[in-house]
């Protein structure tokens, strides 16, 4: 990982902890690494740090190598419902299909507000290690029994200043695991807010599982309030419009990014998006080096 790379990843940690109020203690046991590490990472002394510690740096603070974020329609949408289930404690459900933003955004939103904890589940999770995800998001240590884990974190949800959960692919989780969003709702009702989000098979297991009389699944789906809601806007020029501004905010000009436009075609795919974009800058750096 060159220099500057690591320069950049420097000041994102540093204006993380700044706009989330965070100290170095508790930034370190968030990120996954030691103290000293992070000391040494913000204050230059880089000799023995690896690139996979960096890296492990980079994703905590949600920061993009060699790619500006935009602010475009999909994002002030799940920014305006973090910043409602926050400000509200409200629990909010999201599904929609993948490369709509959902996880880039949650995590940019993360990233810029205090007592925020993002999580990004996955399907081998135990009970016990989706709450120590919880708590190491919270820069709490994470041992002990399920019970202890659990009371830790009800805890600190209540201590908190309007905290808010964000569990990222909640629909890889497994039956019991996902039961436990229950109980921390039930505990931290009008203290804490959540935002359940996931592809669009969350939607359906919901619905099969209140279908089935599935333990819990009518009691979750009531406490997202019965809906889930959708990230990508629905007309096709609104879209096109944040296609344009991705391109052209990340080195493109106006005829290039109308040819962006045209080769994402309907897919209303990001991840599409990006690759076309980032096709565009290969080939113009190709043709400035020759």
């Known amino acids: 990982m060159d220099t500057s790379t690591k320069n950049a990843i420097v000041s994102a940690l540093s204006k993380k902890m700044v706009n989330t109020d965070t100290s170095a ?86 990233s810029e507000n205090k007592n925020v904890m993002y999580v990004e589940c996955e399907e081998y999770w135990t009970k016990k290690v989706f709450l120590s995800k919880i ?19 009800l805890k600190r949800l209540n201590e908190m200043d309007n905290p808010l959960i964000i569990f990222d692919e909640f629909d890889k989780l497994k039956e019991g695991v996902i039961q436990l969003y229950k109980t921390l709702y039930n505990k931290t009702e009008d203290s804490a807010g959540f935002v359940v989000a996931g592809a669009p098979f969350l939607r359906q297991r919901l619905t099969k599982g209140c279908n089935k009389n599935k333990q819990a699944y009518k009691e979750i789906n009531s406490r997202l309030g019965g809906n889930l809601l959708y990230v990508l806007p629905s007309k096709n020029e609104v879209f096109e419009a944040d296609v344009r501004k991705i ?44």
């Not at 708590?135 to 974190?153: P, R």
Request: aromatic fraction near 8%; charge should be positive.
């Open 25 to 110: 203690n508790k930034a370190s046991k968030m990120i996954g690494i030691s103290n000293a590490t992070l000391s040494n990472m913000l204050n230059g002394k880089w000799t023995n740090i690896s690139d996979d510690l960096w890296r492990v740096a980079q994703n905590w603070t949600g920061y993009k190598i060699a790619w500006k974020l935009s602010i475009t329609s999909n994002v002030k949408r799940l920014h305006n419902i973090c910043r409602d289930a926050q400000m509200n404690h409200k629990s909010i459900g999201i599904a929609d299909e993948a490369g709509c933003g959902k996880s880039c955004s949650l995590r940019w939103y993360a």
């Open 135 to 153: 708590l190491q998001a919270m820069g709490e240590e994470y041992y002990g029994s399920v019970a202890e884990m659990v009371d830790v974190i």
């Open 247 to 290: 391109a052209i905010e990340n080195g493109l000009n106006d005829n290039e990014a109308t040819l962006v436009v045209k080769e994402a075609g309907k897919s209303k795919d990001l991840r599409v998006v990006r690759r076309i974009v980032e096709m565009y800058l290969l080939e113009k750096n190709y043709k400035k080096a020759s």
